[in-house]
């Protein structure tokens, strides 16, 4: 991230991983991956670096954040799963309180899908979601979230 004096400066101090950023909507903070405590898990920090990370959604299974919606009340995430492989999940009011987010399956199937996407649309609720599946012939999809 670049300073007032236009130099980089760094966002995270953990000397683990941090990986897989993604922008709020208003640029006012970072959701990522680390690894800092086993298993990825999703946290944000503040774009100006003056708070700690803050953990959005911790579990036993791998995370990375892929999008987040233009109202910034949903996140799109990739969860790893034995069975299921690599699943799209949503978490609803990721600007709420901890306690008041919700983590939700979006696809599941026993495809890989990835790399999610809100529509960049109209200010209105997210309701189109990009991504990809590994099954070649359907490599980018999309579809309706209502």
């Known amino acids: 991230m670049l300073d007032k004096r236009r130099t980089i ?12 950023p993604v922008w709020s909507p208003d640029g006012g903070h970072v959701i990522f991956a680390s690894n800092r405590e086993g298993s990825y898990s999703l946290y944000q920090k503040l774009a100006n670096g003056s708070k700690d990370d803050e953990v959005l959604l911790k579990s036993e299974r791998d995370k990375t954040p892929t999008g987040v919606s233009r109202d910034g009340r949903l996140l799109l995430y990739t969860q790893a799963d034995p069975q299921t492989k690599n699943d799209i999940w949503v978490l609803s009011n990721l600007s709420g309180r901890p306690g ?24 209105t609720s997210p309701r189109w979601v990009a991504y990809t599946r590994s099954l070649s012939e359907q490599r980018h999809r999309v579809a309706d979230i209502a």
């Open 100 to 123: 008041d987010r919700k983590a939700m399956p979006f696809l599941q199937t026993q495809s890989n899908e990835s790399e999610a996407q809100f529509c960049p649309g109209p200010e």
């Open 9 to 20: 400066t760094r966002l995270t101090s953990d000397r683990r991983r941090a990986e897989y």
